[in-house]
């Protein structure tokens, strides 16, 4: 059965890609890593995209993760993330994830040679008919310099082209115009840690979050919170996070994540090029951020 809108409710982690100490792909640690998440309560897995390093990985790898993941995830949705310059990339991928077993791709908006709105809708038409699969747009600005208007959110639901969305947007403005025009056409899905009690709140069906890699139970429970409408204490446990969620973000995403999962004893190994290891600094910052969250676990 087709994935659809209503299938897209709660937490999809967006999960690291483990790597082994000569650079290759640990899949032994993917599928135990995938089967944490699926345990833990989380609704799917999001391989591939930018906590992934889908740049630094070959067309063979992609598809190759995404089999694994399907197989651990044994039957719960697997949306792996496209993150191609180009429209043919981008539909190769998409097709190799769909031919592994992916219930549908998360599709970033085309960037580098940014389209128009009307150019970005016919984008995500043409390619939801190619790859002929569910299509989530994952919009990212600060990452691509490029945003969807609400008006061209609607309207991409409104063709069919997608089924939902990834938000890592700060403009709340546009969010909530967003909800307004398209809330009822199909799943928005937050992807900002500081904002998901507050988005989830505002109509968002649930996230898509990388930090959830290590605390999966801790975010279900924030948005089991936010969407019983009780915002104050969502919002209280999501706080909870930040130390972590500030210091994994102090440098491109993944690596001080995967450095932090290697201080909770979870296999992720190190970044590829051009990524690099964390700086002294920021690993001194991951070491007191997990040192505060396991006395806290402990009071």
């Known amino acids: 059965m087709a994935l659809t809108k209503d299938d897209l409710s709660g937490l999809f982690t967006a999960i ?7 650079g290759s792909v640990d899949f032994d640690a993917l599928r135990s890593l995938v089967r944490f998440q699926i345990d833990a309560g989380a609704t799917g897995i999001v391989p591939i995209g930018g906590t992934g390093e889908y740049p630094a990985l070959s ?19 697997v949306l792996p993330g496209v993150l191609a310059t180009g429209f043919a990339d981008a539909v190769d991928a998409g097709r190799d994830f769909i031919a592994a077993g992916a219930s549908g791709v998360m599709t970033v908006t085309p960037y580098y040679a940014a389209g128009t709105q009307e150019g970005m ?32 959110i609607a309207a991409l639901a ?14 709340m403005p546009e969010f909530i115009e967003t909800m307004k025009l398209a809330g009822d ?30 605390y999966p139970r801790h975010w279900i429970e924030v948005f089991k919170l936010a969407r019983d409408g009780k915002l104050d204490a969502a919002i209280a446990h999501q ?25 909770a004893g979870m296999r992720a190994g190190g970044v590829r090029l051009p990524l690099t290891d964390p700086t002294p600094e ?6 007191a951020a997990f040192a505060g969250m396991t006395k806290a676990a402990a009071a």
């Open 16 to 22: 690291v890609t483990p790597f082994k100490d000569d």
């Open 59 to 77: 067309r063979g790898e992609r598809a190759d993760i995404v089999r694994a993941c399907v197989e651990a995830a044994a039957g719960a949705p």
């Open 121 to 152: 809708r016919t984008y995500f038409r043409n390619y939801r008919d190619a790859v002929d699969a569910p299509v989530l747009a994952y919009e990212i600005p600060r990452r691509t310099g490029v945003a969807l208007k609400a008006e061209t």
């Open 158 to 171: 409104d063709d069919g082209s997608i089924i939902g969305m990834k938000c890592s947007s700060y403009d």
């Open 185 to 214: 056409k199909l799943a928005v899905l937050s992807g900002e840690e500081p904002l998901f009690a507050t988005h989830v709140a505002l109509g968002a069906c649930g996230g898509v979050l990388a930090s959830a890699t290590v």
């Open 239 to 263: 706080q909870r996070l930040d130390p972590v969620v500030k210091t994994i973000f102090l440098e491109t995403n993944p690596g001080p994540l995967k450095y932090y999962m290697g201080l």
């Open 282 to 287: 920021t690993r001194e910052a991951l070491k």
